[in-house]
C-alpha cells in the first residue's frame, strides 16, 4: 500500500490549508480501513490529529484541533482529505495520512501504513 499525502505550504495564523492523501495499492480495498492524520512536530512525538472510520460516518479529533479541522474521504477515489481552518502556529508540523488497523484509532500503534508525510507552516 502506497500512500502520497500533498497540499502542506506555509499559512499565517487564522489561515487554511487542505491535505490530502491518496492511497493506492494492489488488492487493497481502501473502504475496509479506517484512517487516520497524525503530526510530528521539531523534536515532538508523533502526535494523533484526526481519523475517519472505512464508511466516512464516523470521525474522532484530539482536542487541540476539535472544531477547525475536518477529515473526510472520498472512497471512490481512494483519498482522505484534512480541512485545516483558524490555524495555529503550534499547528506547524510536518502531516502524516496512515492507514489503521482497526475501524478508527488514535493509537499510531494500530497504524500498518503511513506515508511520507507534508509539511506545514503557520507563521505568526
Known amino acids: 500500500v502506497q500512500l502520497q499525502a500533498s497540499g502542506g505550504g506555509l499559512a499565517q495564523t487564522g489561515g487554511s490549508l487542505r491535505l490530502s492523501c491518496q492511497a493506492s495499492?494492489?488488492?487493497?480495498?481502501?473502504?475496509?480501513?479506517?484512517m487516520g492524520w497524525f503530526r510530528q512536530g521539531p523534536g515532538t512525538e508523533r502526535e494523533f490529529v484526526a481519523a475517519?472510520?472505512?464508511?466516512?460516518?464516523?470521525?474522532h479529533y484530539t482536542d487541540s484541533v476539535q472544531g477547525r479541522f475536518t477529515i473526510s474521504r472520498d472512497n471512490t477515489k481512494n483519498t482522505v482529505d484534512l480541512q485545516m481552518n483558524n490555524l495555529k502556529p503550534e499547528d506547524t508540523a510536518t502531516y502524516y495520512c496512515?492507514?489503521?488497523?482497526?475501524?478508527?484509532?488514535?493509537?499510531?500503534?494500530?497504524?500498518?501504513?503511513w506515508g511520507q508525510g507534508t509539511l506545514v507552516t503557520v507563521s505568526s
Open positions: 496512515a492507514v489503521s488497523r482497526s475501524i478508527m484509532s488514535s493509537d499510531k500503534n494500530r497504524y500498518i501504513y
Open positions: 475517519v472510520s472505512g464508511s466516512g460516518i464516523s470521525t
Open positions: 495499492g494492489r488488492s487493497f480495498t481502501f473502504s475496509n480501513y479506517g
